[in-house]
């Protein structure tokens, strides 16, 4: 017993240093877009000031106009209306989009939400990541992930899809076998406690092209 304790803590303790890692790539990406974000900020100061010393008003307009439109374009910000989920979501859109994984996100959370954050965290965290990792194996102009999450009566729904390479996956004792090594599928594990103790509903399913995750949580 005291040999099975130790190593679900060592387990326990790689798996919060992947959550670590992953999160500071995740942090340092959204520096990186702020720091970008500035920079194009002072240029656009400059190139207004030029055209109001110029007297050109036509041209501030064409200018405005421009960046209304640019704004519109790359607005990226999820808001979902509860702040836990648009935290979680901006930082992974965020980092899948660095990757070269475009991201289709359709949610709405207007509720407060039973579940812990900490444990929601762990749910679209590891929802996240392994929809990531599996578009990774793809050609870039192949990658893709498609987010749904909305409240069902009393349920929160969440669905994720991710493309894939080839065949449709095969169930070994009802159960995807996971593709990421000896200990590196535990994130899965700790995910499907989390919604079986909040007497939740979850269902994966494997098509070609595309493998999708389905869960309800009770609001």
Known sequence: ?????????????????????????????????????RHDYRNHI???????????????????????????????VIKTGNPMT????NSKISLARARGIPVTADAHVPVAL??????????????????????????E???????????????L???FT?????????KLGGRFASTKGEGRGFGLVRMDTVVTRHGGWLDRNSEDGAFTTEILLPV
Not at 21 to 28: C, F, G, N
Not at 46 to 75: F, N, P
Request: hydrophobic content about 40%.
């Open 46 to 76: 400059q190139a207004m000031k030029a055209h109001a010393a110029a007297g050109d008003l036509a041209a501030i307009r064409r200018y405005l106009d421009e960046l209304d439109t640019d704004l519109s374009t790359v607005d990226t």
């Open 114 to 139: 039973s579940i812990p954050e900490v444990e929601l965290c762990i749910i679209l965290g590891n929802l996240f990541d392994n929809a990531i990792e599996a578009s990774l194996a793809l050609p």
């Open 162 to 170: 991710n493309f894939t390479a080839g065949k449709k996956l095969k």
């Open 141 to 155: 102009g192949e990658r893709g992930i498609r987010v749904y999450m909305d409240i069902k009566g009393s349920q």
């Open 86 to 89: 648009d935290a979680i979501l």
């Open 1 to 37: 017993m005291g040999l099975f304790s130790r190593s679900i803590d060592k387990r326990l303790a790689a798996y919060q240093s992947e959550l670590i890692r992953t999160h500071y790539a995740e942090v340092e990406n959204m520096y990186r877009q702020i720091r970008g974000w």
């Open 157 to 159: 729904y969440i669905c």
